[in-house]
């Protein structure tokens, strides 16, 4: 695994008035994954947008990174880990990041195994709900393969308090055939990290599969979809040639429940706006969703929609309680 490099910027220049906060609410002085670092090559640039910032990305002889934006905006500070290239978005230009990105810890030597994404036509936070809501898995990611109408059942899961959100404790996994590939006693622990991040770890007595689910948005109604799969497990080496065939409709599961977004869902300015949240070393008071994943028919695309905003919501104030509860 490449060793991890963070490229720092240069120092903000404060005989300048503060600029205007962006209004498009997406949350910024947080990291981002920017691109796989192994979509990088050297000696071609690679053009990338995130949270509205343009920059372009190179890597260096050394295999550094670098980036570099037009008419004089500060670029981003850069940190590479996990084979992920990841960008720090400050809410003003010349902001500094307090710490690097989450280490992910991915076994095989943290390599990227695999990687599929998608397009989606909303604002991150519309993507978070389905990161966050119990019952976006068993309503948008139905599968005659992996998952059928048949094998939805109530469930119950605990979480604890983690690092800018909160942690499904470990468990053994009930209703998915896709665990069964890996085989033995499976155990499957998930950690939801705002702004973007779905961490899942799945293990046996022998092996783990990492599988990390990231949201980047480029702007206000735009947003990219990744997952990012590590694992050291010779099964899923073999059947690497017939994943996408799998996960490319996944994703697109996602895409199509977004594009009647606009229909379901008033428009954003309508929406009650919620506490801002100080994210910097928070975390969240565990808490049960007091709604069941599996009513007794089959829901639509906007029964999922409705409780993810809910939901999404408790954690924003969860969050800014935490924050507010603290001394001075």
Avoid at 70 to 99: C, K, N, S
Avoid at 175 to 193: C, D, E, H, T
Avoid at 308 to 324: G, K
Wanted: glycine fraction near 8%; aromatic fraction near 8%.
């Amino acid at each position: 695994m490449k060793a991890a490099q963070m490229t720092a910027m240069p120092a903000p220049d404060t005989s300048q008035p503060a600029a205007a906060e962006p209004s498009d609410g997406i949350l910024r002085d947080a990291w981002y994954m920017a691109l796989p670092a192994r979509e990088l090559k050297r000696g071609r640039a690679h053009p990338v947008t995130v949270c509205g910032l343009a920059f372009t990305l190179e890597r260096g002889a050394a295999s550094d990174v670098s980036a570099s934006t037009a008419g004089g905006t500060p670029p981003p500070a850069l940190y590479e880990q996990d084979g992920l290239i990841w960008a720090f978005i400050p809410e003003q230009p010349g902001g500094q990041p307090d710490g690097p990105p989450p280490m992910l810890s991915g076994p095989g030597a943290g390599k990227v195994r695999f990687v599929e994404e998608a397009l989606l036509p909303c604002h991150i936070d519309d993507a978070a709900y389905g990161l966050l809501d119990p019952a976006h898995g068993p309503y948008v990611h139905a599968s005659p393969i992996w998952r059928t109408s048949k094998t939805l059942k109530d469930k119950a899961k605990d979480y604890v308090p983690s690092e800018l959100g909160f942690t499904m404790v470990p468990h053994e996994p009930v209703n998915s055939k896709l665990y069964n590939i890996i085989g033995g006693s499976i155990r499957v622990s998930i950690a939801f990290r705002l702004p973007c991040l779905r961490i899942e770890r799945i293990w046996n007595e022998k092996h783990t599969v990492l599988g990390v689910t990231a949201l980047t948005p480029i702007d206000a109604s735009r947003t990219i979809i990744r997952q990012v799969f590590y694992w050291d497990t010779p099964v899923l080496t073999a059947i690497r040639p017939i994943a996408r065939l799998f996960t490319r409709p996944f994703l697109q599961q996602d895409v199509q429940i977004m594009r009647p977004a606009s229909v379901i869902w008033p428009s954003r300015d309508q929406l009650p706006a919620a506490p801002r949240p100080a994210l910097a070393g928070r975390t969240v008071q565990p808490f049960t969703p007091a709604f069941s994943s599996t009513p007794s028919r089959r829901g639509t695309a906007g029964i999922s929609i409705m409780i993810s905003r809910r939901f999404f919501r408790l954690v924003c104030i969860a969050l800014a309680s935490t924050a507010s509860d603290k001394p001075g």
